[in-house]
């Protein structure tokens, strides 16, 4: 019966369309509307604003009132505002009545405040715009299907303006982020998204296909080689925050496609980067949130403190009470992560099984900024080693609330090394790690060239906008989430 109702309601406005039409009144000729002012401002500025005529426009959202006078919501790109329709005001005003939720008009008119204070616009003049032909959906579905609200983004943005906030905070935090790195001296720029090889993480590419050159192309899983590259040639300082592509999971944290920033600076090492990533984190704090003490749920996350300093195997051992750093025999290690209950199969080194026990009992705890540091070399094939044990590599992950927001190295410079790396990769590629990195000659070459000592960094941007718009699904900040089709 619903359904019905649906389909006779949809025929309706149909019917209305056709009827303008027929009249020389087709709305979707009208080709621009000359608007002059907005609802937030109107709202928030009203004695600035009082008697005096605007001309706006927007979205029909709710309609009350009857006989000779309507009051209509307005819903323009900042808010909304309160329409008062007369008939004395109004010739067309029967035609106006026969307007529906939905339809994008523009309104010529008075401010004033109505008898019970409500800022509103005494309207003298009315355009139909744009005629909607949907039912927008809380009227049939309401807003809990999630699945409708990521498919129908447009519609969640109408109906849901704290979605649309959202939205405004990630793009303010993207141009922070813009002007930090401006403002110390790094170079913004652009590097392929298409590659004949898919480097600088561990992680399966999405693979196409050239046809002029007939050959697979690989879209791009990180930043990092080109970016170093350009390091080689003599830049000190670039990044760049692009999209990059993951044929991976998806979960509340991963979508096969997502915003990284990664940057390079020329004579730094992973220190000087973890204070440039609190330095940002800390500015992103006062400019966007106004406060370093950030609400995440139910736990309030401090970003003005120093962030915590940990080697990966001090944390194994402070929560599980296994000394990793002790053991040189990978029997031993996999036993005592068969004790801890992690899965180990497949991880055939010390540092490997370290770092799947590290991810299984670990990184849930970290809540409030932590740096892990001192990696293992296994899992960290373009790091520099620790001078003072080549174990480890003097790189770190960011965690906080339990979730890794970046990563960062001293970045490895020794072609010999990076080549003896990118081989034992390749090993592992053999042995049926899809994730494996290939072996990049070019970059081997690049690295013979020449590639001073560098502090490299990358961020996962949707993670950082989830901290700051206490979002958590990566779904709900993407405009756009990939989504299975429906068919």
Known sequence: ??????????????????????????????????????????????????DQNVSVAGRIMSKRGQGKVGFYDLLDSTGKIQLFLKKDLLPEYNEIKKVDIGDIVGVKGEVFKTHQGQVSIRVHEFTLLSK?????????????????????????????????????????????IRSFLDNRGFLEVETPVLNTLAGGANARPFVTHHNTLDIPLYMRIALELPLKRLIVGGFDKVYEMSRVFRNEGMDATHNPEFTLLETYEAYADFNDVMDMVEALYHDLAEKIAGTTEIEYGDKTISLGSPFKRERMVDLVKAYTDVDFDAMTDADEAKA????????????????????EVF???????????????????????????????????????????????????????????????????????????????????????????GLPPTGGLGIGIDRLVMLFTNQHSIRDVILFPTMKPLD
Do not use: W
């Open 359 to 449: 991810d299984a009992t670990v990184e849930d705890k970290l809540i409030q900024p932590t740096f892990v540091t001192m990696h293992p070399v296994e899992i960290s094939p373009l790091a520099k080693k620790d001078p003072d044990d080549p174990r480890y590599t003097q790189r770190f992950e960011l965690y906080i609330d339990g979730a890794e927001c970046g990563n960062a190295f001293s970045e490895l410079n020794d072609p010999i090394d990076q080549r003896q790396r990118f081989e034992a990769q390749m090993d592992k590629k053999a042995g049926g790690d899809e994730e494996a990195h290939p072996y990049d000659a070019d970059f081997i070459n690049a690295l013979e060239v």
């Open 132 to 176: 909607s032909l949907q039912i927008l959906p809380e009227k049939y579905h309401g807003l809990k299907d999630m699945d409708l609200r990521y498919r129908q983004r447009y519609v969640d943005l109408i109906v849901n303006p704290e979605v649309r906030d959202v939205f405004v905070t990630r793009s303010k935090i993207i141009a922070e």
């Open 1 to 50: 019966m619903e359904e019905k109702n649906l389909s006779e309601v949809l025929a309706v406005r149909r019917e209305k369309l056709d009827k303008l039409q027929s009249e020389g009144k087709n709305p979707y000729e009208i080709t621009k509307y000359d608007v002059t002012d907005y609802a937030k401002a109107i709202n928030e500025k009203f004695e600035d604003y009082e």
């Open 336 to 355: 005592a992560a068969e004790k801890l209950h992690v899965d180990v199969d497949g991880k055939h080194t010390v540092g490997e099984i370290m770092a």
